[in-house]
């Protein structure tokens, strides 16, 4: 089993502490996989019932720019590492959905404000409809059936993003005050000199989102990985401000929030 829990260690985002805790007890192997050093635990496991607990206490940051500010990159000074972000991937066919973005977004202003439309345009024609999608279900899927889950909503902004010449990726993470309670897929779009967090499905605020890992869509930062016969029989996953009293801190709605 690869597990992909654990919460990133940025410039912006800092862990003050953190727990694994695995039933029955046993060594987790610690990985760094993929270009961005995606913390993974491998884990071989006995036939029988097994838990795993993860709990950590993070202090978030961010980088607040005006969005007027924020314009796309040309293409010829794309940093080599973005470069791999506007290619088409498993779940985000933006070859197939490039004229699709062109004809709907090819006539927005460019920068922040054509990739926040492309959120509106999803978080308007999306209905956010939990177990409507799977594990194969693209982009280009979506966007025939109109619903999905949050990783839906980021595969197909991305699929947008990317046909119109934006860098963007994929990001799991967790969500301050998630609703309904669970996992969460948003994503980043590069705009300027950074990347810039987006969230189509509008269910927590950007400045609450809690990173885990970054990939070109979600194949490349599942939450677990499973080699062999298992069966789910339970899943708890919460985020919260440790302090009652404490709020998160209001970019504002019209405030580009970078943490990368």
Partial sequence: ??????????????????????????????????????????????????????????????????????????????????????????????????????????????????VKAICD?????????SGSTDSETTARDVLVQRQGVCRDFAHLSISLCRGLGIPARYVSGYAIDLEPPDFHGFFEAYLGERWYLFDATRLAP????IRIATGVDASEVPFATLMGTTE?????????????????PVSGKESAVSTA
């Fill in 121 to 129: 345009w999803t978080f308007q024609h999306l209905a956010y409809v």
């Fill in 1 to 114: 089993m690869l597990f992909n829990l654990s919460v990133a260690s940025t410039e912006y985002q800092s862990i003050v502490n953190e727990s694994l805790w695995l039933t029955p007890y046993m060594v987790a192997e610690q990985l760094k996989v993929g270009a961005s050093n995606n913390r993974v635990q491998r884990v071989f496991v006995e036939p029988g019932l097994f838990s795993i607990q993860y709990s950590a206490n993070v202090n978030l940051g961010a980088e607040i720019h005006c969005p007027e500010t924020l314009s796309e990159k040309p293409y010829a000074c794309i940093p080599a590492d973005v470069l791999p972000y506007l290619n088409p991937s498993r779940y985000c066919q933006s070859d197939l959905l490039a004229n699709f973005a062109m004809s709907e977004f090819g006539g927005e202003p460019h920068g922040y404000r054509r």
């Fill in 206 to 209: 950007v400045e609450g989102l």
């Fill in 232 to 248: 789910l029989k339970s899943k708890v996953v919460w985020a919260r401000l440790s302090n009652s009293n404490q709020s998160l």
